[in-house]
């Protein structure tokens, strides 16, 4: 069986890649702070956890997968969020 857009296996293929994605960075974070929270519990450690998310509304300049100029916009973008205490989050998704 050949593989094509116009297969049923692939409609949707996109909007499935995309919530498993979100999904698993979700839980990927959570898992951060739950280390954390052992850290502190078990070995008395001074951790914290802070996220920032990129805007919804950020497209990449550049289509493509690790482009440089599309990598370096979401490098610049983090750093001017990041360096706005607001923007942090402190607790898990």
């Given at each position: 069986?050949?593989?094509?857009?116009?297969?049923?296996?692939?409609?949707?293929s996109?909007?499935?890649?995309?919530?498993?994605?979100?999904?698993s960075?979700?839980?990927?974070?959570?898992?951060?702070?739950?280390m954390a929270e052992?850290?502190?519990?078990?070995?008395?450690?001074?951790?914290?956890?802070?996220?920032?998310?990129?805007p919804?509304?950020?497209?990449?300049?550049?289509a493509?997968?690790f482009?440089?100029?599309?990598?370096?916009?979401?490098?610049?973008?983090s750093e001017?969020?990041?360096?706005d205490?607001v923007?942090w989050?402190?607790?898990?998704?």
């Amino acid at each position: 069986m050949a593989f094509s857009p116009n297969n049923f296996y692939w409609k949707g293929s996109n909007d499935r890649y995309r919530t498993a994605t979100r999904a698993s960075t979700a839980t990927a974070v959570r898992h951060l702070f739950a280390m954390a929270e052992v850290a502190r519990l078990k070995r008395k450690a001074e951790a914290e956890v802070r996220i920032v998310s990129i805007p919804g509304d950020w497209f990449p300049p550049v289509a493509g997968t690790f482009v440089k100029e599309t990598v370096n916009n979401l490098a610049d973008l983090s750093e001017k969020i990041g360096a706005d205490p607001v923007s942090w989050s402190t607790s898990p998704p």
